[in-house]
């Protein structure tokens, strides 16, 4: 699925890294620390932050604001 139907699906503003993130395929979930670059990991804590600049994941939801970083974010009340 297209990282831009997932922000759609759960009602999420998509703040892209890259021109083109948008059209990112999706295939699945996975923690931070396994996910790789063709699936969503998520960030509930911000006590855990600093684990995400060592994911290799293709997206990210986070709860609030994060801060600049170098994938793509599904921003998530």
């Known amino acids: 699925m297209k990282l831009k139907h997932i922000a759609d699906q759960l009602g999420c503003a998509l703040r892209e890294s890259a021109p083109g993130d948008a059209e ?3 295939t ?3 923690g931070m620390e396994q996910a790789g ?3 969503i990991t998520f960030l509930a ?3 855990y932050a600093n684990k995400v600049k060592n994911t290799a994941a ?3 939801i986070a709860a609030g604001s994060v801060p600049e970083l170098p994938l793509p974010v599904l921003i998530s009340d």
Request: proline share 13%; hydrophobic share 25%; aromatic share 0%.
């Open 58 to 60: 293709g997206a990210l």
């Open 28 to 30: 699945g979930v996975r």
């Open 24 to 26: 990112r395929e999706i």
């Open 45 to 47: 804590n911000p006590k």
């Open 37 to 39: 670059p063709d699936q």
